[in-house]
């Protein structure tokens, strides 16, 4: 338990309020999939996922993306500015995998894709995120279409600076997800997390090093691992070793 209010507690995280435009990221040690119907206690996950985010985070502003990243000293809990998110999803994909080869069978699975998508998800539960069109974003003023078009540019960046980092490590992007909120002056900064849950990497056997073990029926000692890995691979040093 942190000090300040508890905003939200999400299936993977506890959202609290520091101050009135910062908040504390604490990433939990559970793992969910399929929706959130298989549940399970993952020691280490909290830690390891942090410190991807902090990596990932760091790495963006870097290159001159903007992001809701403030600072991170080791352990479960990352400092990052308050914002208003948007209800929406962002997929980045090079490769084919996951819920475009289920919606579209015709694409063999990591297959290499002309130029990568950019796909977006409306963020609701019940609906389980369903796809929408950059259309339904415009017409329902989920964003304006100067928002939309920012969105899409960030998170091409994002993945340019992404798979060139990972290709140095040996490592292929295959996907990954984006959230993005507004500050208080409405500029839109990438958000949430950047970690084992929300990309998919491979390595040169094309093992997996994120979710995907867990979702393909791994347990959480294999999750843990490919985390461990990635982290490794990356040279994040997250102060235990369990590979
Ligand atoms: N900078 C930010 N300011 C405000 N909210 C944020 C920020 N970054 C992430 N969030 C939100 O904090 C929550 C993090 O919790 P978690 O990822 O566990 O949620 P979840 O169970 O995946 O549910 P959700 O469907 O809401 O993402 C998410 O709702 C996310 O959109
Ligand atoms: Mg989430």
Redesign the pocket.
């Given at each position: 338990m942190l000090g300040g209010q508890l905003l939200?507690e999400?299936?993977?995280?506890r959202?609290y309020v520091k101050d009135e435009n910062t908040?504390l990221?604490e990433f939990k040690d559970v793992v969910t999939a399929l929706d959130g119907v298989k549940v399970s206690q993952a020691p280490g996950k909290g830690v390891l996922n942090a410190a991807l985010s902090a990596f990932f985070f760091r790495l963006l502003e870097s290159r001159g993306v903007n992001t809701?990243f403030i600072g991170y000293d080791g352990g479960r809990v990352l400092t990052?500015?308050?914002?208003k998110?948007v209800p929406v999803e962002v997929i980045v994909r090079n490769y084919a995998y996951g819920s475009l080869i289920k919606r579209l069978p015709l694409y063999k699975p990591l297959s290499k894709l002309g130029k990568p998508i950019v796909e977006y998800h409306y963020?609701s539960?019940e609906l389980h995120d369903p796809l929408i069109l950059p259309e339904d974003i415009l017409n329902t003023g989920l964003m304006s279409g100067e928002e939309l078009n920012t969105v899409n540019e960030v998170s091409l960046r994002v993945n340019e600076v992404l798979s060139s980092e990972l290709v140095r490590y040996g490592l292929t992007l295959v996907d990954f997800k984006l959230?993005f909120?507004r500050d208080a002056n409405g500029r839109l900064l990438v958000?949430?997390?950047i970690s084992g849950d929300t990309i998919r990497v491979i390595d040169a056997e094309g093992r997996h090093l994120d979710k995907e073990v867990f979702r393909k029926g791994g347990s959480v000692e294999d999750l843990i691992i490919a985390y461990s890995t990635l982290a490794r691979r990356l040279g994040i040093n997250v102060g235990f070793r369990c590979t």
């Open positions: 939200y999400g299936k993977a995280k959202v908040l990221m809701h990052v500015r308050r914002l998110m963020k539960d959230e909120g958000a949430d997390e």
